[in-house]
């Protein structure tokens, strides 16, 4: 983060954001030590409240970090995250147990993570690019042939690895497959979406509302605070339904607010914030299901591989989400009436992302949110339930589908 406040151009802004990207990964592995340090029967709660932990700091960081930004500038935003950081880095150094299941030969898939980020970046260009270049232009199929082909070398180059950047065999099992492909869906649609929404808050009237930094994170607050209050009671209903459920049923909630959002979005501020805010409840459900699946469906020697292994599908959707919102605000433009130019005479137009835009972003995030729902409905229920005794179909062999 202190790199990234001085950046002196936005290249080396994406650099060092690129570099601040490898720390972060390291919050997956909070939902491994969960999974062995607590009893069965408390883990879906103690993942509840994990989540809920991140819905408390977006509640608070959103407003703190807009106002900063809009009155103080966004490198001072960086400034104020750094205590934060050294306060973690000071508690998981004295408070955090080492992982009782340790791999001291483990060894970082450099050629893996290479090919994979060769092929993510061509697609991302390609997304950036193709409102420009246009769709159907040979620069654009091409970028996406050449993207699809270094994925097809990726997945070649992590057969032969002893210790792939995602692991095969364990993707080969029904739940896994199906955690980690929710994961990059989840990912896609939620930063799609959310990106989309920030824009069009942001935008000028009458296309959008006209939102300063501040009021942007201030009207963010209410999707947080969902996320806060329904994720540690996702993981209170899975003790009690099983993470299938509660999985199927948040994506239900979430499709649906999804599309509302893109059918209330011209009736005003309220009506949008409410319906985003019921999409975010769903959001929380999932997630917690999500993580809950994986964890019970691998043994504890492969979780930490398990949950990174999450993390990078979740990455990857994160990436392409933003991408392609960036498409369709490029692609779906109206002109707003900013002035008259002095004589009176000739107006300033703006050209500034469309509403229909928006409203297609929020349509594609709720399909994204139905094929989780479809994809949760052939996973195998992990967590069964007698009273408060938990048993998990870990040590049982696992069903890799067809």
Do not use: C
Request: no cysteine; proline share 5%.
């Amino acid at each position: 983060m202190t790199l990234t406040s001085t950046s002196p151009s936005f290249t080396y802004l994406i650099v060092f954001r690129s570099i601040q990207g490898i720390g972060v990964t390291m919050f997956a592995l909070a939902f491994s030590l969960i999974r062995e340090e607590f009893p069965r029967e408390l883990i879906p709660r103690a993942q509840g409240l994990v989540s809920a932990a991140f819905g408390i700091g977006a509640a608070v960081a959103l407003p703190l970090g807009a106002y900063i930004s809009q009155y103080f500038g966004w490198r001072t935003t960086y400034h104020t995250a750094i205590p934060f950081v050294v306060l973690i880095a000071y508690l998981i150094l004295t408070r955090i147990r080492e992982s009782r299941y340790r791999n001291p030969g483990a060894k970082v898939d450099l050629p893996g993570a290479t090919v994979l980020g060769i092929s993510l970046g061509l697609l991302v260009y390609g997304l950036t690019e193709a409102p420009v270049w246009g769709w159907t232009s040979f620069n654009t199929i091409l970028t996406f042939l050449v993207a699809l082909l270094f994925l097809g070398i990726f997945i070649e180059v992590e057969r032969g690895r002893d210790q792939p950047l995602i692991n095969l065999t364990l993707l080969a099992r029904r739940n896994v497959l199906i955690a980690n492909l929710a994961a990059l869906v989840a990912g896609f649609g939620l930063f799609l979406f959310e990106q989309s929404l920030i824009i069009l808050l942001e935008e000028p009237k009458p296309v959008g509302f006209n939102l300063s930094i501040f009021d942007t994170g201030l009207y963010a607050i209410p999707m947080a605070v969902a996320q806060l209050i329904t994720a540690p009671v996702a993981g209170a209903l899975i003790t009690r339904v099983g993470a299938k459920r509660v999985l199927m049923t948040g994506a239900g909630i979430a499709a649906l607010f999804s599309l509302a959002t893109a059918l209330v979005a011209p009736l005003g501020l309220p009506a949008l914030i409410t319906a985003t805010t019921m999409a975010m409840v769903g959001v929380a459900a999932m997630n917690v299901s999500l993580i809950n699946i994986l964890v019970f469906s691998v043994e504890p020697q492969v979780m930490g591989v398990s949950t990174a292994m999450n993390s990078v599908f979740r990455n990857l959707g994160g990436t392409l989400g933003p991408a392609v919102a960036g498409s369709l605000e490029s692609t779906f433009t109206s002109l707003v009436l900013m002035g008259i130019l002095p004589g009176g005479k000739v107006p300033l137009l703006m050209s500034v992302p469309s509403l229909f835009a928006f409203q297609l972003g929020a349509v594609i995030s709720a399909l994204m949110v139905v094929l989780i729902g479809i994809l949760a409905n052939f996973s195998i229920e992990v967590i069964t339930w007698n009273r408060v005794q938990a048993t998990s179909h870990i040590n049982q062999p696992q069903d890799t589908g067809p």
